[in-house]
């Protein structure tokens, strides 16, 4: 199987491994140990509630983006459609899966091409930052946004999904200086984001001070990448990976709070285990910015945009309750609601 091919193949097994729940890791550390304040005076009507916010240039109907997730084979170009129309109908954010298909395979970038059904969303593109130390440069980065018509770039990091992926690229020596030159030679934010174990505190100062202009946490606590590459592997020793791996990193409320704390005046999305809108107002009063949803919505995206639709409609009806249970009229208010960790 050429490399390409093998890209594709994998892409797909992701897809269907996603959504065995075997992939869902609950962690005691997650939303459900953290306790938003109710009021029983909340002093405003819920009609009032106003859910939207400015990001990246662009408004949102609400602080939620689509999370990347596929794209590469067919079945990833009708998920990026029934995501992005759905994105579209309700003014929401998205993100793309990994493009580095796209230039050893070209024909593969219809699956990725959903600007036609969503003009007006914030579109962000997306390269795995390890890409930077096998060759690819800033023309790369370019090309993703620019091929994709997307309003800017994620370069997400996942050394330890990397590690325990059979055709994993494991390299990451001197990542942050190859960001720093890479950041500093395009004209769109560029954001930075994990898949599933967290960002430290230590690498949000990093990133931030390489030009990363926005970090998308995605904690421990949703899907486990390295239970999902054990399962890839034919070893079935190596499968073992997977379990002793699930767990590891930072809960993804504990990394929302250490990268705000390390980067104040930094854009911070919180992901990872967000599965509802109560999730979502948790992480916001916690100090993110905006949520960021993949699991969640992906059996939705294989049926139609309606059902993804309905499924976001749902998702953003739980965050008015629970900001009209807090009392706090916006985002910027619930920032501030009282939060308390159960333990």
């Known amino acids: 199987m050429s490399e390409t091919s093998e890209i594709v193949s994998r892409k797909a097994d992701h ?55 596929t794209g590469g084979p067919n079945q990833g170009e009708l998920i990026n459609r029934h995501l992005a129309l759905a994105a579209q109908a309700l003014k929401l954010g998205m993100g793309l899966g990994s493009l580095r298909v796209i230039f050893d395979q070209p024909e593969t970038l219809n699956t990725f091409n959903v600007r036609p059904y969503a003009p007006d969303i914030l579109l962000l593109a997306n390269l795995g930052a390890v890409q930077l130390n096998t060759g690819f440069t800033e023309w790369h980065g370019r090309e993703a946004v620019a091929r994709t018509q997307a ?60 030009g990363i202009q926005g970090l998308e946490v995605s904690g421990r606590g949703g899907t486990s990448w390295a239970w999902i590459e054990a399962q890839r592997n034919p070893d079935p020793l190596r499968k073992r990976l997977g379990e002793t791996f699930a767990h590891w990193g930072l809960p993804t409320p504990e990394s929302i709070q250490r990268c705000r704390e390390a980067a104040p005046e930094t854009l911070v999305i919180g992901s990872g285990g967000i599965r509802n809108g109560l999730d979502a107002a948790k992480a916001i009063a916690l100090g993110a910015d905006a949520v960021s949803i993949a699991q969640p919505l992906l059996k939705a995206a294989l049926e ?7 499924e976001l409609e749902l998702f953003i009806l739980e965050l008015k309750i629970a900001m009209f249970c807090c009392g706090t009229r916006n985002l910027a208010e619930l920032r501030k609601a009282p939060i308390q960790y159960l333990g």
């Open 15 to 69: 897809i269907r491994l996603a959504l065995d729940q075997g992939s869902q890791i609950k962690t005691s550390q997650g939303f459900d140990a953290w306790s938003l304040e109710h009021q029983a005076l909340p002093e405003l009507s819920f009609y009032e509630i106003d859910t939207s916010l400015k990001m990246l240039g662009k408004t949102l109907s609400a602080p939620v983006l689509i999370a990347s997730m």
């Open 151 to 210: 309003d800017g770039l994620y370069l997400h990091l996942n050394p330890l999904q990397e590690v325990i992926q059979p055709e994993g690229d494991t390299d990451f020596s001197n990542l942050t200086e190859h960001i720093a030159e890479f950041c500093s030679q395009l004209e769109f934010p560029v954001l930075a984001k994990e898949c599933g174990n967290g960002l430290s505190a230590r690498a949000a100062r990093e990133l931030v001070a390489a």
């Open 304 to 310: 139609s945009p309606e059902a993804v639709v309905r």
